[in-house]
């Protein structure tokens, strides 16, 4: 049963700490996004890679926001610092990426508190 | 563009119907529904591809008027474990868009016995 995993499932921490998360994709697949959720604003795309390029990140805020895909089957999204509004769930996403039809395949996503 | 859904919620009682649109501003040729229970990742339900086409899903089903750049999503006797928020994606067209949506603000949906 293939799934996308993401590591951790939960994390507290203090305002300008460096928060690292960690996501697998489901093998084979070429796309990868990086998703924030909150009340306020839904769920927002953050970055976006194909065959681990970054094609899209205007949705991150860039001065303490970063996403990369060292290899195919690992992509990160940093924070550093932290600040208290970057409370929320973050969730990866993979994909084909093929067409308009294909699917985003969730992960279970990392809840972050920053206190 | 952010599509726009409405009803923002709705109740039911278990066996009822419900329909939860979504509506865009600009061209569409394709509409992606997601279901998100409670503390949990959205889920894949069906693409509705241009053509107006129809799909299904258990006893969910969608449809999908690229003309009125809209589509809707039709829960037939509902049941309890339809309770969740769903979600409407609208794909970007073409570049290196292509395969990016952009979801709509969601609609919770909330059956009782």
């Known amino acids: 049963d293939a799934r996308v995993t993401q590591t951790p499932r939960d994390k507290v921490t203090e305002m300008g700490q460096e928060v690292t998360m960690r996501c697998q994709p489901i093998?084979?697949?070429?796309?990868v996004f990086w998703y924030r959720q909150t009340m306020m604003q839904g769920l927002e795309l953050l970055a976006y890679f194909r065959n681990r390029a970054p094609l899209d990140d205007s949705g991150m805020p860039k001065d303490r926001f970063s996403a990369e895909m060292p290899d195919a089957t690992l992509a990160t999204l940093k924070i550093q610092p932290s600040e208290p509004r970057d409370s929320a769930v973050y969730f990866c996403?993979?994909?084909?990426?093929?067409?308009?039809?294909?699917?985003?395949?969730f992960g279970p996503g990392t809840r972050l508190l920053v206190l | 563009q952010q599509p726009v859904q409405s009803p923002q919620a709705v109740i039911l009682r278990e066996g009822e119907d419900a329909v939860i649109n979504c509506s865009s501003s600009?061209?569409?040729?394709?509409v992606h529904w997601y279901r998100q229970k409670h503390g949990e990742a959205p889920v894949f339900l069906m693409i509705?591809?241009?053509?107006?086409e129809q799909k299904g899903h258990e006893k969910i089903s969608a449809s999908f008027n690229e003309k009125k750049q809209q589509s809707s999503l039709y829960l037939t006797a509902s049941q309890l474990s339809y309770s969740g928020t769903y979600f409407c994606?609208?794909?970007?067209?073409?570049?290196?868009?292509?395969?990016?949506?952009?979801f709509g603000q969601g609609t919770i949906l909330t059956v009782h016995p």
């Open positions: 509705l591809l241009k053509g107006g």
């Open positions: 600009k061209a569409l040729y394709s």
């Open positions: 994606g609208t794909p970007h067209a073409g570049g290196t868009s292509y395969g990016k949506l952009t």
């Open positions: 996403a993979s994909g084909l990426g093929a067409a308009a039809e294909e699917t985003q395949y």
């Open positions: 093998l084979g697949h070429n796309t």
